[in-house]
C-alpha cells in the first residue's frame, strides 16, 4: 500500500492555534471533521484547552456551567489520595477503575479553512462551544455528513452523566440548529451515511459496554436523522491483529462501485491505534463484505509517534477524488495531519469475506 504523506504535515498543531480562554494553553488541535464548502476545505479541529497551573501540585479541571454559561474551574491537590493523577488527561476516585471524574482540559470545535487543503487558516472564535448539560466537560472529534445543502455536524458529548453523541446541523458554517444528543451514552464514534438507502438513513455507531461484550462497531436505521433505531451489531474485534483492543468509526462512508467503504480506526490493547477499511453492501450496508487485514495507515512518522497521547493515528473526515483518497487525521492526540492514498489499492488490498 502506497502512502504519501503531505510535506506540511503536521497541518495543524497546537502552536498554531491562540487559545480562546485567558489563562490557558491549547494542548491539541486534531481530529477534525471534514468537508468542502465554497471551493475551501473544512477542518473542524477539536481544539483542547487546559489552564495553566503556577502551582506543581495543583492540577486544574475546567467545567462549562450551563446555569452561567460560564467556564469554571475546579483546583485539586495532586498529594489527595482520593484521585488517581496517573493519567494526564483525566483523573478519577483511587477506589474507581473504570471510566474519570474530571478532566484536565476542555476541548470545543473550532474551523480551519483551506484553498489548497495544506495550508490553513484557524478562526478566532469556536464555531460549535459547549451550552447545555450534557456538554459540561467538552465536545470532541467531530463528523460531518453533506445531505444535499445541509451539513449535519455531530460529535462526542461529554458530562458527568456520560459520553454521547449530540448533533447540530448548519448550511453556512456560521450559524448552526442544535438538534441534541441522537446516542445516549456511553456512545461515541457515530458516522451518518451521506444519502438514504432504500428509503432509509442509516448511521454507524459505537456503544462501549460495561457487563458483557466489547468497544465494537454497530449499525442503526432512522427515517429522520434524529431518531435512531433497529440497531444491528455489525462488526467486532480481532484477536491478534491490529484491530484488537476496540474499534470505531473514522472517516463518513463514501460510495465505491464495490461497495460503501469505510475507514475505520482500531487499536491494540496497548492502545496502538491505526486506520484500516470495511466494505459494506450499497444496498444493505449491515452487511460486511471485505475488511483490512493489515492496517492503511499506522502510526510511524514522529509526529504520529510523539504527542500528548503518541502512537495514534485517527481519522474524522476524508475526501476522494477520482483514485485520490485525501485522508485527514489526527496524530497522537496533538495536530492534524493528511495522507493520499489509491481507493482502487485500498480496495484491492480488502480480505473479502466467504
Avoid at 477534525?32 to 502551582?55: C, H, K, Q, W, Y
Amino acid at each position: 500500500m502506497k502512502v504519501y504523506r503531505y510535506e506540511e504535515n503536521p497541518l495543524v498543531t497546537p502552536a498554531d492555534v491562540k487559545p480562546y480562554h485567558s489563562g490557558f494553553e491549547v494542548i491539541g488541535a486534531f481530529n477534525a471533521g471534514i468537508a468542502t464548502f465554497n471551493d475551501e476545505v473544512i477542518m473542524l479541529l477539536r481544539v483542547a484547552e487546559r489552564p495553566i497551573s503556577n502551582d506543581p501540585a495543583i492540577v486544574k479541571s475546567p467545567i462549562f456551567n450551563p446555569k452561567t454559561k460560564e467556564l469554571e474551574i475546579a483546583e485539586f491537590d495532586l498529594n489527595d489520595p482520593k484521585y488517581d493523577f496517573s493519567d494526564s488527561r483525566f483523573f478519577r476516585e483511587a477506589d474507581s477503575s473504570d471510566g474519570f471524574s474530571y478532566l484536565t482540559s476542555l476541548s470545543y470545535l473550532r474551523i480551519a479553512r483551506s484553498k489548497d487543503g495544506r495550508h490553513f487558516s484557524i478562526d478566532e472564535k469556536p464555531f460549535i462551544y459547549p451550552s447545555n448539560e450534557l456538554e459540561t466537560f467538552g465536545l470532541e472529534d467531530a463528523r460531518i455528513t453533506q445531505i444535499e445543502d445541509v451539513y449535519y455536524i455531530y460529535f462526542t458529548a461529554v458530562s458527568p452523566v456520560g459520553v454521547g453523541e449530540s448533533m447540530v446541523s448548519t448550511k453556512d458554517f456560521v450559524s448552526y440548529e442544535h438538534h441534541g444528543m441522537i446516542f445516549a451514552p456511553e456512545n461515541k464514534d457515530a458516522l451518518i451515511f451521506p444519502e438514504k438507502i432504500n428509503g432509509k438513513y442509516y448511521a454507524m455507531h459505537r456503544p462501549t459496554l460495561r457487563s458483557i461484550g466489547n468497544p465494537e462497531i454497530w449499525i442503526s436505521e432512522s427515517t429522520n436523522l434524529l431518531h435512531w433505531g433497529n440497531h444491528k451489531h455489525l462488526m467486532g474485534l480481532r484477536e491478534g491483529m491490529w484491530d484488537s483492543g476496540r474499534i470505531g468509526g473514522g472517516a463518513v462512508p463514501f460510495k465505491t462501485e464495490k461497495g460503501w467503504l469505510e475507514i475505520y480506526h482500531g487499536a491494540t490493547s496497548d492502545h496502538r491505534y491505526c486506520l484500516g477499511a470495511v466494505l459494506l453492501d450499497l444496498n444493505d450496508p449491515a452487511k460486511v463484505i471485505a475488511r483490512s487485514s493489515e492496517p492503511l495507515l499506522k502510526p510511524e512518522a514522529d509526529y504520529e509517534e510523539t504527542g500528548f497521547f503518541g502512537g495514534v493515528v485517527f481519522s474524522c473526515g476524508a475526501l476522494v477524488e477520482g483514485d485520490v483518497v485525501k485522508l485527514y487525521y489526527g496524530a497522537a492526540d496533538t495536530s492534524m495531519a493528511c495522507a493520499e492514498l489509491s481507493l482502487k489499492e485500498i480496495l484491492d488490498s480488502l480480505t473479502y469475506l466467504e
